[in-house]
């Protein structure tokens, strides 16, 4: 028997093993009451009662037979989120993405999430703030990108101690962003472009772990370069479209970085030498106020002349040559 066939056997005897072992009576009841909430839609039609719940489609079970996982996409509704969430207490991961008819508040019952770590909701219509009671959950990643959700972002997020992916982009949040909003040893990612955030980036941001920052599209003052030094570990910055000022003369950017944009804000100064040493797949320093001739060497044919356009007095190639 080949190794291949022999874990497709294995494969099989686990997934009989699942769909044989019934779910737990109560957590039936939580998904059909949800079902119910949310008007029956038809892509939830193979929740029926009597049945084995752990084999219901848009669901996932433990071992013990608990409802663990609810992942629904593209639900033609009109209504809010279920509150009988909160009647599922071994939940682990819950996804609500691309349902613009999904609206309100995110409901007070998911305060008994204890062992919630992943929450994606996306692309709804979901209004209000965050909820402070959030922080009573064990989220690792929060996703509310792409939703109707206003008003600062809270602190007790910070009590999330292993808070390790966070985006909340493409939302109305303003004020200014809290320190300490990432927590772990791993990489970790921050998402907070198209928003109406301002004020300066708290310095703890340039220590740690930090893979990705996304501050696009904000109203952001201050001097950034704590974000940056040869050691750091990040691969994406972004922080276009914002009012961040600073001399880059001097900085040396993470050798690991592969994509930067610092395009449409205040940046004086020159475009530093260290930049000929890092290979990034995405450049735009365009729209400053950079001035002086651009490095030449290594990596810095890659970059074509949109990457310095509308500044102060860049020159050289790919630009026009420097005036003598």
Not at 69 to 76: E, G, M, P, R, T
Not at 145 to 168: A, E, V, Y
Not at 298 to 314: I, Q, T
Request: aromatic residues 10%; neutral net charge; glycine residues 6%.
């Amino acid at each position: 028997m080949s190794i291949s066939l022999l874990f497709f056997l294995l494969f099989l005897s686990d997934l009989s093993l699942s769909s044989s072992l019934d779910c737990n009576g109560a957590d039936r009841t939580a998904l059909l009451n949800m079902k119910s909430e949310l008007g029956n839609p038809p892509e939830l039609s193979t929740w029926l009662p009597a049945t084995n719940c752990c084999t219901w489609s848009n669901v996932y079970c433990s071992d013990a037979g608990r409802i663990n996982n609810v992942y629904l996409f593209s639900l033609n509704i009109s209504t809010t989120i279920p509150p009988s969430f909160g009647d599922l207490p071994e939940l682990e991961t819950i996804q609500l993405q691309t349902i613009p008819g999904l609206y309100g508040t995110i409901p007070p019952s998911f305060s008994k999430l204890r062992k919630l770590e992943i929450l994606f909701l996306t692309d709804t219509s979901v209004t209000g703030a965050i909820p402070d009671f959030l922080a009573r959950t064990n989220l690792s990643a929060l996703d509310l990108h792409n939703n109707k959700f206003s008003g600062p972002i809270p602190m007790s997020l910070t009590k999330l101690p292993r808070l390790q992916f966070l985006d909340l982009s493409g939302n109305s949040f303003s004020g200014t962003i809290p320190p300490g909003l990432l927590h772990g040893t791993d990489q970790r990612y921050l998402y907070l472009a198209r928003n109406k955030l301002s004020g300066e980036i708290p310095e703890d941001y340039g220590n740690g772990d930090i893979d990705t920052i996304d501050l696009s599209h904000n109203r952001l003052t201050g001097d950034p370069s704590f974000l940056f030094g040869l050691t750091k570990p990040m691969t994406k910055i972004d922080l276009s479209w914002n009012q961040l000022e600073f001399d880059m003369t001097r900085v040396a950017f993470p050798h690991h970085l592969n994509y930067l944009d610092l395009s449409h804000n205040r940046i004086k100064g020159k475009v530093p030498k260290s930049l000929q040493d890092v290979q990034l797949r995405f450049l735009n320093f365009s729209y400053n106020e950079l001035c002086g001739e651009l490095p030449k060497g290594r990596f810095m044919a890659n970059y074509k002349a949109d990457s310095y356009m509308h500044n102060k007095c860049l020159c050289g190639t790919p630009l026009p040559p420097c005036k003598p």
